[in-house]
């Protein structure tokens, strides 16, 4: 007999199809009255025809909002964000700055990285403290780091490039990732716990777990992804498991030195370690909530840390190598010559102050962000306010919509970057050379500030909180490399790929280097 003949499968079959057909067809919208990114005169579904259209060039997609409907807003439909209503350029600042019970960024991430699913306590990212810390401490602390940054530097580059004097060729994105992870666990775990591999290992699995499995479990229907998730973020969890067993032992040695501590005179000594960890430690101490210093949630909080920190710099520094490598000949030899100045300025010695002087290298660095920012669409949020939110541009946008600005159109805007499709290292050195008006105005070209016309840190309330430790360790991995090691110039840069809005950098691509001495 045909299955479908039998009334227990018939019947809910039929109620589930009438629901698809319902939500994709026949569901009233409450979608805004605007122009349709990809839309075709005759198209019989014109938000599902565009989805499809777009998705498949979203370059595409943007740059015919943006030079048609410039200065209004438009709906900008995509497979992995639903319809997204794309405001104007005059309401980046206006959406940057309102407050989060009417626009939320969380919610936007939720969505993004469908963490309810992905990650293993998801009530870890709705009440993140971790970002506290980040926003505080670890923005105040950089300057006290950067010498533990420059040692972890030394032993990353070196195990991971090498110190061969022969022409060597390496795969830029994994060495780059390798490094990246293994500098920034100094600062999350400390020394020597940032140098187990299998740690290093975990943290980088784990960064690249998060994306996969959001975009698999984005798939699915609501319902459905309760039951399909335990299954596809299998491998999240277990690589989570063995990173917090690989933590355990220092955590529980590390709870048990702050209550000894607390218990005897001791009690006002902090503790010497000056780390994410120890931090996190003292954090929920402080907070009084035993969950907080569970096992579990200060490992995983790391690891959180780990995904947030290690794809975001790893694409950074495979960008601006690339960049620089394909640029004029000239480049690296002058960027060179900064670095070898300010050093010698310093005693040898690398400070904060001495990274801030850097102003070439950080131009080099910023101009490879605004061509290849991750950010192709910028200021993500959620309408939550009941009644919804009107914009300047008089656009009202309803609850449970979501809102964009421009963010690629204007990094390519040929009024606002003159030659935006040239790589121009010094483009923002230039720039903050023009500005006659101090320190305040030049710092707007630096690398870690985020504006209306540069959105690769996002923008207001919510830019990245990291930024500014980000900056700082980017640069200096650039500047060790380009001190170390000569880099065979690029005929071509190797090109991006684009992941729906998501632009990757080539992740094959390859460089020749080798070690070069210095006196």
Avoid at 69 to 90: C, E, H, M
Avoid at 141 to 156: K, Q
Avoid at 215 to 224: D, E, G, Q, T
Avoid at 469 to 488: G, P, R, V
């Amino acid at each position: 007999m045909d299955l479908a003949s039998r009334p227990a499968i018939a019947a809910p079959l039929i109620i589930f199809l009438s629901y698809v057909i319902y939500q994709l067809f026949l569901k009233p919208s409450t979608l805004p009255d605007l122009p349709i990114v990809g839309a075709r005169e005759g198209d019989w579904f014109p938000l599902l025809q565009a989805r499809i259209r777009n998705s498949r060039d979203v370059k595409a997609a943007l740059n015919s909002s943006y030079v048609q409907y410039k200065d209004q807003a438009t709906i900008l439909p995509l497979l992995d964000a639903g319809n997204v209503i794309l405001l104007p350029k005059s309401d980046t600042k206006f959406a940057s700055e309102q407050p989060t019970d009417e626009l939320s960024m969380h919610e936007a991430a939720q969505q993004d990285l469908q963490t309810d699913f992905t990650t293993i306590t998801p009530a870890l990212t709705h009440d993140p403290i971790h970002i506290d810390l980040v926003l505080t401490k670890l923005t105040k602390e950089v300057g006290n780091l950067i010498p533990d940054l420059a040692e972890e530097l030394e032993h990353c580059i070196s195990k991971y490039w090498g110190t061969s004097k022969e022409w060597t060729e390496i795969p830029v994105f994994e060495k780059a990732q390798e490094i990246t992870s293994g500098v920034t666990n100094r600062v999350f775990v400390g020394y020597p716990l940032c140098r187990n591999e299998e740690m290093l290992k975990l943290g980088i699995a784990f960064a690249q777990d998060i994306p996969v499995s959001a975009m698999l479990v984005k798939l699915f229907h609501r319902f459905l992804k309760p039951i399909v998730a335990p299954i596809i973020t299998l491998p999240n969890r277990i690589h989570n498991s063995k990173f917090e067993k690989i933590l355990k032992p220092e955590i529980k040695a590390r709870l048990a030195e702050y209550d000894g501590r607390a218990s005897t005179e001791e009690k006002g000594i902090k503790s010497d370690r000056n780390d994410f960890l120890q931090w996190s430690i003292e954090q929920a101490k402080n907070i009084g909530d035993p969950k907080n210093w569970k096992i579990n949630a200060l490992s995983e909080r790391i690891l959180i840390l780990n995904f947030a920190s290690i794809h975001t710099t790893t694409f950074a520094v495979t960008h601006a190598l690339l960049d620089i490598a394909a640029a004029s000949p000239e480049l690296i030899p002058e960027l060179r010559e900064e670095i070898e100045s300010v050093l010698e300025q310093h005693g040898g010695q690398w400070s904060k102050r001495a990274v801030a002087q850097m102003e070439k290298l950080d131009s080099a660095i910023r101009e490879s962000q605004r061509k290849n920012s991750l950010v192709t669409v910028g200021v993500g949020r959620y309408v939550v306010a009941d009644e919804g939110v009107t914009f300047p541009s008089g656009v009202h946008v309803p609850k449970g919509y979501r809102i964009a600005v421009p963010g690629y159109s204007v990094f390519q805007d040929p009024e606002i970057y003159p030659e935006p499709k040239t790589y121009k290292p010094m483009r923002f050195y230039n720039a903050r050379q023009d500005e006659k008006d101090g320190y305040v105005k030049s710092a707007r070209n630096a690398l870690p500030t985020a504006t209306k016309d540069f959105l690769a840190w996002g923008l207001g309330r919510n830019a990245c909180p990291g930024r500014f430790f980000a900056s700082n360790e980017i640069k200096m991995m650039l500047a060790y490399m380009l001190l170390h090691y000569d880099i065979e110039h690029l005929d071509e840069r190797p090109r991006n790929t684009w992941i729906v809005q998501n632009r990757i950098p080539p992740t094959k691509a390859t460089l020749r280097i080798k070690r070069v001495s210095r006196v």
